[in-house]
C-alpha cells in the first residue's frame, strides 16, 4: 500500500501495571503526566490541514495513541472521535487489561481504526512480567470476544498484538502466535528486548546473539503457518538484520531516515520529533508549528547542525521496517545499504 503519515502520540505516561522492561512502570516514582487537551487539539488540527493537502486517494494520515497506558485516558474517546470527524484514521497501542469490559471494547469497534495489543507470552509467565495474575487469560479472551463483535459488526478495525522477545519467552513464541491467531489478531510484530529504560532487566532478560539466530531461521516456517491461518507476522529482512546488530552490541547508524517526512512522535510534553528518542535533540513545541510540512525541512537542518546521540544506533524500530511485510529473504547476515552516519557525520 502507498505510503501514509503516522504521528505517535504519547499521550499519557500513566499506566496500571507493573512491567519491569518499561520506564512507565507503575511503580517507578516519578510524577505521570498526559498531554494537556488543547495541545492534542492543536495536534489534531495540524494534522487535518495536512490532509486536506493530499491528493485524492492517498491514504489517511495515522494517529496513533501510545502511553503508558492509553486507554485508562479517560479522553481517548472523544479526541478519537474528533480525530476521525476531521479526515484521520486513529489507532492505540494497549497492555489489554481495559478490554475485559464489553463497553470497553464497544468503544474500541466504534472509534479506532486499529488497535495494538502487547502480550508477550503464554499464561503466567506474561502475569509475572506484566505483574498482574491472570493478565493474560482475559486479555486472549477479550481480544477473541473483540473480534467476534468485529465479525458481527462487519467493522473494518485492524486487530494486531506486538511481542516483546526476551530469553525467558523467546521458545515460546510459536505458542504464542498460534493462540494469539486462534483468538482473532489479523497481524503479528514483534521487537527484541531493549535496555535504554530497564538496564538491570536487560541484563536478565536479552537475548544471545545464538538464539535469536536459531529464532530467525525459523521464522520463515513460523511466517508461512501464520499465513494459513489468515495471520501476517510481519517484519522485513532490514528488520531482522536489526535484531541481529542489537543482540550483538553493534551501533547500526543510518545515513539518512527522512526524519518527518513519513513519521512524528509527539510526546506527553507536546514537543514533536522524528521519533521517540529525539525529543531533548530536535522536539519541536505543537504550538510553535503552523504546518506539519514544514518539519522535515527544519528536522533536517537540526541534525546536520548537532547530531543527537540516538542517531549514531538508531533504535527507531520503524526505520529498519519492522511494519514491512517479510520480502522472502532468509540468509542474514550483517550487511545493509543503509547503515553509515551520513549527515551526522
Known sequence: MPPRLVVVCRVTTVCNL????????????????????????????????????????????????????PLLWRDWVRFSALARSRGLAVSATTNGSTLASATGRAQVLENLDELTVSLDAVGGRHDTLRGRVGLYARTLAAVRALADARARSGVGMRLRANVVLMRSTLDGFAELTQQLAAAGIDEISYNLLGGRDRPAFHALESVSPEALDRWLRELPRLRRSLARMGVTLIG????????????????????????????????????????????????????????????????RQSRRAACARACSDCPSTQVFGKFSHADGVVDLGLEDARAGIGECA
Open 236 to 299: 522485513g529482512h532490514d528488520y531482522a538484520l536489526r535484531l541481529q546488530s542489537a543482540s550483538r552490541q553493534q551501533s547500526r547508524p543510518v545515513a539518512d531516515c527522512a526524519p518527518g517526512e513519513q513519521f512524528l512522535f509527539v510526546d506527553e510534553l507536546g514537543r514533536v520529533a522524528p521519533c521517540a528518542f529525539t525529543g531533548d535533540d530536535y522536539g519541536v513545541a505543537l504550538n510553535a508549528i503552523d504546518h506539519l510540512d514544514q518539519l522535515a525541512a527544519h528536522f
Open 18 to 69: 507493573a512491567c519491569g522492561f518499561c520506564a512507565y512502570d507503575r511503580r517507578l516514582p516519578f510524577a505521570r503526566t498526559t498531554l494537556a487537551d488543547a495541545q492534542i487539539e492543536r495536534l489534531i488540527e495540524l494534522m487535518a490541514g495536512w490532509r486536506g493537502r493530499q491528493l485524492a486517494g492517498d491514504r489517511a494520515p495515522l494517529l496513533s495513541w501510545l502511553g503508558g497506558e
